[in-house]
């Protein structure tokens, strides 16, 4: 019997999603058939076992991910269609690609991948800024069976040393540099300093001479991108299995350092094409606009793979928001008559305290629907993105999800679902929340606790590259049988869930996620200082920012320069993002008896609430509370 999985209205919504979990395996076997083009159907839907941690999607599949995004639109006659609308740094700078442009880019990448001896299963770094030959890399790598691991271009040289290693990457693409607003980053330093410390595994490094200046210094291993990606010519898409991985994905976790979280091809490409088309609804004609960078996971599923299966138009954007004007999102939304825009609650923030006068003066008549990711939104944010720039005839769509999720897992649906401002709303189909109190019970109907998924989905994590006890150990095993997020959340009397945010040490800051191990370890490193700690605090813009309490050995005095030489050190070993908003320098940190550092208390002393510190009973030494409090009141 075929059971229309087809949602229109909420009670379609209601509907499917009761069938989804009644009927698991026959719902993701519809959504797979009707999303995705297979050279060979599966034998088995799915074999997921939260005991052991292995988890398989459309068993004895095969597909190719990049024919899906790209060759199968051409077959459709979508070939003059436009793919990706590339918008540079610079106001007046883009380049415009078909479907057809695209595929000849990606044929001409994969061929001049395997020129290089790449072959299915080689990791492939990537680090290179949002132009369109990143687009391309990915989809190349995806084409041939190359794994990429595609690393920010905000994070530092050690990064870049470290992820490589992790994955034995056999090849790095870069490019010279990039400006953000006015800002040059310089790139191609990075990885010669990376290369210089070691990468032991890397045989080549590629170079898109994306800028003309400054010229780069040639280096022993690299290649010039123009003379090795050859004219088009034809390349054959190879067929995968499903559960051939696609690409790796560093992100923080709370211990040690961040963690290679890998997805694969087949379950992955159906989850961001299905989540794309339900949680954002768009229609043929339509122009998608996600602001995010592709080093993210948000740039990979909802900027490339997602709306490139869906056929979709793309529009990928190089700069930051405010450069050379708050008006600059808007204009590019008039200029190409963007219909729906994706963007992260930081933005929206920075935005917002510009006023209103940079948004009004734009058109937006063309937009339709409003989406959030990386962050809770605050109800006020919500409200001015809703009534200032969506007019209040955009639906919001605030959605919550996960580099470990591959994609959307809690949203309204444009259109769809009654909204309410700050919260997610409702699961998509398929997709079963609970929340646990701290006693490790289930709650039913209104409360709040951990937020955990009692089943799996296709487009989830398949393993920690490298380590394959990790994913079992860092999701399933605190909650047995079921998927811990990290994140508590709230559900209230409608079923509508509201996400608090991180309950383990993992800080957001502007969306961007860090953990406070990688910081401290970073810190300790400073010849001067005993130890430290991490800790996100609220700001009203960033939603978090990092503040570190540090212990100087005894002989040492606080100077800036000391300051000076943490932040530095910290840019140097982590990144950018991780600039810590303030250093307290102070006697000693306040620990439980078993060295735990108790970050709650931090958090109080930080913002100077020192008259709410919660219970302190169980402190090793109740006493440093005091002198930390005296050291942050003797700030200025
Ligand atoms: C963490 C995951 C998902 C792509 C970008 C971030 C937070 C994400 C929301 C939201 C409240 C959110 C959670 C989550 N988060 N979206 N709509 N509302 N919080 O991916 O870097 O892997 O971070 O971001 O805390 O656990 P990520």
């Given at each position: 019997?075929?059971?229309?999985?087809?949602?229109?209205n909420?009670?379609?919504?209601l509907?499917?999603?009761?069938?989804?979990?009644e009927n698991?395996?026959?719902?993701?076997?519809?959504v797979?058939?009707?999303?995705?083009s297979?050279?060979?159907?599966?034998?088995?839907?799915?074999?997921?076992?939260?005991?052991?941690?292995?988890?398989?999607?459309?068993?004895?599949?095969?597909?190719?991910?990049?024919e899906?995004?790209?060759d199968r639109h051409?077959?459709?006659?979508?070939?003059?269609?436009?793919?990706?609308?590339?918008?540079g740094?610079e106001v007046?700078?883009?380049?415009?690609?078909?479907?057809?442009?695209v595929?000849?880019?990606?044929?001409r990448?994969?061929h001049a991948?395997?020129?290089?001896?790449i072959?299915k299963?080689?990791?492939?770094g990537?680090y290179?800024?949002?132009?369109?030959?990143?687009?391309?890399?990915?989809?190349a790598?995806?084409?041939?069976?190359?794994?990429?691991?595609?690393i920010?271009?905000?994070?530092?040289?050690?990064?870049?040393q470290?992820?490589?290693?992790?994955?034995?990457?056999?090849?790095?693409?870069?490019?010279?540099?990039?400006?953000?607003?006015?800002?040059?980053i310089?790139?191609?330093?990075?990885v010669d300093?990376?290369?210089?410390s070691g990468?032991?595994?890397?045989?080549?490094?590629?170079?898109?001479?994306?800028?003309s200046?400054?010229k780069?210094?040639?280096?022993p291993?690299?290649?010039?991108?123009?003379?090795?990606?050859?004219?088009?010519?034809?390349?054959?898409a190879?067929?995968?299995?499903?559960?051939?991985?696609?690409?790796?994905?560093y992100?923080?976790?709370?211990?040690?350092?961040?963690?290679?979280?890998?997805?694969?091809?087949?379950?992955?490409i159906?989850?961001?094409?299905?989540s794309?088309?339900?949680?954002?609804q768009?229609?043929?004609?339509?122009?998608?606009?996600?602001?995010?960078?592709?080093?993210?996971?948000?740039?990979?599923?909802?900027?490339?793979?997602?709306?490139l299966?869906?056929?979709?138009?793309?529009v990928?954007?190089?700069?930051?928001?405010?450069?050379p004007?708050?008006?600059?999102?808007?204009?590019i939304?008039?200029q190409?008559?963007v219909?729906?825009?994706?963007?992260a609650?930081?933005?929206?923030?920075?935005l917002?305290?510009?006023?209103?006068?940079?948004?009004?003066?734009?058109?937006?008549k063309?937009?339709?629907?409003?989406g959030?990711?990386?962050?809770?939104?605050?109800?006020?944010a919500?409200?001015?993105?809703?009534?200032?720039?969506?007019?209040?005839?955009?639906?919001?769509?605030?959605?919550?999800w996960?580099?470990?999720?591959g994609?959307?897992l809690?949203?309204?649906l444009?259109?769809?679902?009654?909204?309410?401002?700050?919260?997610?709303?409702?699961?998509l189909p398929?997709?079963e929340?609970?929340?646990?109190?701290?006693?490790?019970?289930?709650?039913e109907?209104?409360?709040?606790?951990?937020?955990v998924i009692?089943?799996?989905?296709p487009?989830?994590?398949?393993?920690?590259?490298?380590?394959?006890?990790?994913?079992f150990?860092?999701y399933?095993?605190?909650?047995?049988?079921?998927y811990?997020?990290?994140?508590?959340?709230?559900?209230?009397?409608?079923?509508?869930?509201?996400?608090?945010?991180?309950?383990?040490?993992?800080?957001?800051?502007?969306?961007?996620?860090?953990?406070?191990?990688?910081?401290?370890?970073?810190?300790?490193?400073?010849?001067?200082?005993?130890?430290?700690?991490?800790?996100?605090?609220h700001?009203d813009?960033?939603?978090e920012?990092?503040?570190l309490?540090?212990?100087?050995?005894?002989?040492?005095?606080?100077t800036?320069?000391?300051?000076?030489?943490?932040?530095?050190l910290?840019?140097?070993?982590?990144?950018?993002?991780?600039?810590p908003?303030?250093?307290?320098?102070?006697?000693g940190?306040?620990k439980?008896?078993?060295?735990?550092?108790?970050r709650?208390?931090?958090k109080k002393?930080?913002?100077?609430e020192?008259n709410?510190?919660?219970?302190?009973?169980?402190?090793?030494?109740?006493?440093?509370?005091?002198?930390?409090?005296?050291?942050?009141m003797?700030?200025?």
């Amino acid at each position: 019997m075929t059971h229309s999985i087809e949602i229109k209205n909420f009670d379609d919504y209601l509907r499917v999603y009761a069938f989804s979990l009644e009927n698991n395996e026959q719902f993701w076997s519809e959504v797979a058939n009707t999303r995705i083009s297979w050279r060979k159907t599966w034998d088995q839907v799915s074999q997921c076992d939260y005991h052991t941690g292995k988890i398989s999607w459309y068993l004895g599949a095969e597909l190719n991910v990049a024919e899906n995004c790209v060759d199968r639109h051409i077959q459709a006659g979508r070939g003059n269609k436009k793919a990706l609308i590339w918008v540079g740094n610079e106001v007046g700078e883009e380049k415009i690609y078909t479907y057809q442009q695209v595929y000849e880019e990606v044929c001409r990448v994969a061929h001049a991948l395997e020129s290089l001896g790449i072959k299915k299963g080689d990791r492939v770094g990537i680090y290179l800024p949002n132009i369109p030959e990143l687009a391309f890399s990915m989809l190349a790598c995806a084409r041939i069976g190359a794994i990429h691991s595609v690393i920010f271009g905000g994070f530092s040289a050690h990064s870049i040393q470290s992820r490589m290693n992790d994955c034995g990457a056999k090849l790095i693409i870069t490019s010279n540099g990039v400006y953000r607003g006015d800002k040059w980053i310089d790139l191609k330093s990075n990885v010669d300093e990376a290369l210089t410390s070691g990468c032991p595994t890397i045989e080549k490094v590629l170079v898109v001479p994306h800028r003309s200046q400054p010229k780069w210094e040639l280096q022993p291993l690299d290649l010039n991108w123009n003379e090795v990606v050859k004219p088009f010519t034809p390349h054959i898409a190879p067929s995968h299995s499903s559960e051939d991985p696609l690409f790796i994905l560093y992100t923080s976790g709370s211990t040690g350092k961040p963690k290679g979280v890998l997805h694969t091809m087949g379950g992955y490409i159906v989850y961001t094409s299905y989540s794309h088309q339900l949680v954002f609804q768009p229609q043929e004609k339509d122009v998608y606009f996600c602001t995010a960078d592709l080093g993210w996971i948000t740039g990979h599923s909802y900027l490339l793979y997602g709306p490139l299966a869906n056929g979709v138009t793309t529009v990928m954007y190089e700069g930051v928001p405010q450069h050379p004007t708050p008006s600059r999102l808007w204009e590019i939304t008039d200029q190409h008559s963007v219909n729906i825009f994706y963007t992260a609650p930081t933005a929206i923030r920075i935005l917002a305290s510009l006023g209103d006068a940079p948004v009004v003066k734009t058109s937006r008549k063309s937009l339709r629907t409003l989406g959030t990711v990386g962050e809770p939104i605050n109800p006020e944010a919500w409200r001015w993105y809703s009534s200032v720039v969506g007019e209040d005839r955009c639906p919001i769509v605030d959605t919550w999800w996960q580099t470990e999720t591959g994609g959307i897992l809690i949203s309204p649906l444009s259109g769809i679902t009654p909204t309410q401002p700050g919260s997610a709303t409702l699961p998509l189909p398929g997709i079963e929340p609970k929340i646990f109190t701290e006693a490790g019970k289930t709650l039913e109907g209104e409360g709040q606790g951990a937020l955990v998924i009692a089943r799996s989905w296709p487009g989830q994590m398949r393993g920690v590259y490298g380590d394959s006890e990790k994913f079992f150990d860092t999701y399933l095993k605190q909650y047995p049988e079921h998927y811990f997020t990290g994140d508590g959340a709230k559900r209230d009397a409608a079923n509508y869930y509201w996400i608090l945010g991180r309950m383990d040490d993992v800080i957001k800051i502007s969306g961007h996620r860090l953990g406070t191990a990688e910081i401290e370890s970073a810190c300790i490193i400073h010849s001067d200082v005993v130890e430290s700690a991490a800790i996100g605090v609220h700001d009203d813009l960033t939603g978090e920012s990092l503040h570190l309490f540090v212990v100087l050995k005894s002989n040492v005095a606080k100077t800036p320069e000391i300051s000076k030489g943490l932040i530095q050190l910290i840019r140097k070993e982590v990144g950018a993002l991780a600039t810590p908003k303030k250093i307290h320098f102070v006697p000693g940190l306040p620990k439980t008896r078993s060295g735990k550092i108790m970050r709650r208390i931090l958090k109080k002393l930080a913002v100077r609430e020192f008259n709410d510190l919660g219970d302190t009973s169980t402190l090793a030494e109740p006493g440093v509370v005091e002198l930390i409090k005296q050291a942050v009141m003797g700030e200025n």
